[in-house]
């Protein structure tokens, strides 16, 4: 939701989250699933969800990670959530390796 508004609203929600509403996001997500624009917000419920945002990212404020965090736990997902890892901005890939 973070981009939801274009460019200029990403680049100021993601450089500052603790500005941002997460029951406003929850509200557009609810919207947005009842429209059928997003799947269903209540399949998360019960989902396994990991969030991961390093505490050193100069992209997006380590605090966005935190409001993903909140807005899953109101959707019920099964939340595992790593914030203390001191790492830039980035996409962790888990793999399963054979053998």
Do not use: R
């Amino acid at each position: 939701m973070c981009g939801y508004g274009g460019p200029a609203d990403a680049a100021v929600c993601m450089a500052t989250p603790g500005l941002q509403s997460v029951p406003w996001f929850i509200g557009e997500a609810n919207i947005l699933s009842s429209t059928n624009q997003i799947d269903k917000v209540g399949n998360v419920n019960g989902s396994k969800v990991y969030i991961f945002h390093g505490s050193e990212d100069s992209v997006v404020h380590p605090g966005a990670g935190k409001n993903l965090k909140q807005m899953y736990e109101h959707y019920g997902a099964n939340i595992h959530a790593e914030f203390s890892i001191a790492s830039g901005h980035g996409q962790v890939i888990l793999l399963k390796l054979k053998g």
